[in-house]
T-cell receptor, first 113, second 113 residues
Framework: SAVISQKPSRDICQRGTSLTIQCQVD?????MFWYRQQPGQSLTLIAT?????????ESGFVIDKFPISRPNLTFSTLTVSNMSPEDSSIYLC??????????FGQGTRLTVV | GNSVTQMEGPVTLSEEAFLTINCTYT??????LFWYVQYPGEGLQLLLK?????DKGSNKGFEATYRKETTSFHLEKGSVQVSDSAVYFC????????????FGAGTQVVVTP
């Protein structure tokens, strides 16, 4: 299994500002995933983060809005830029050592005011 | 592309009732199938999984069987408790996706005393 620490656990931010969310894994993993869960909704994949290469974004998500870093095999950050109230969501980091496993961090509950 | 369809909620039950949440999927290859649970105000927890056809996943009295012939992974519990009140998500991970998950819409379950 993998243990994922995600920080911050929650934050309230002013519109127009940016927030960087950190995800630390207790073992080396090839791929890390970032999801968004809007209020009352399911999880939607934002992007896949590979170490040493640009993140791969899903349709509807762009690098300028959600820049991602992956400096090594145990760490990644997601930045939510120029925030608006519509960005209020839970953001979750996930890793999948294989296709039969997927582990999630506790999530970052973001409120934009 | 891959997709997961699960029954809409909310599902409201009395304590000790039988619970079924339907989940069907569309996928290429040989996906792994998961049920996750999200209790109010908490993160996502893996409830059970199955990685190949006819596998049965089970945990905490919940069961689900991977049915390739009907492309289904229905969740069942014989006698629910108030503490089972949560949102349940069905998800799949394709064989080449390294843990990237496709989620269903989620089903809210409310169990009353």
């Amino acid at each position: 299994s993998a243990v994922i620490s995600q920080k911050p656990s929650r934050d309230i931010c002013q519109r127009g500002t940016s927030l960087t969310i950190q995800c630390q894994v207790d073992s080396q993993v090839t791929m890390m995933f970032w999801y968004r869960q809007q209020p009352g909704q399911s999880l939607t994949l934002i992007a896949t983060a590979n170490q040493g290469s640009e993140a791969t974004y899903e349709s509807g998500f762009v690098i300028d809005k959600f820049p991602i870093s992956r400096p090594n095999l145990t760490f990644s950050t997601l930045t939510v830029s120029n925030m608006s109230p519509e960005d209020s969501s839970i953001y979750l980091c996930s890793v999948g050592p294989t296709h039969t496993e997927a582990f999630f961090g506790q999530g970052t509950r973001l409120t934009v005011v | 592309g891959n997709s997961v369809t699960q029954m809409e909620g909310p599902v409201t039950l009395s304590e000790e009732a039988f619970l079924t949440i339907n989940c069907t999927y569309t996928a290429t290859g040989y996906p792994s199938l998961f049920w996750y649970v999200q209790y109010p105000g908490e993160g996502l927890q893996l409830l059970l999984k199955a990685t190949k056809a006819d596998d049965k996943g089970s945990n905490k009295g919940f069961e689900a069987t991977y049915r390739k012939e009907t492309t289904s992974f229905h969740l069942e519990k014989g006698s629910v408790q108030v503490s089972d009140s949560a949102v349940y998500f069905c998800a799949l991970s394709d064989s080449d996706s390294w843990g990237k998950l496709q989620f269903g819409a989620g089903t809210q379950v409310v169990v009353t005393p």
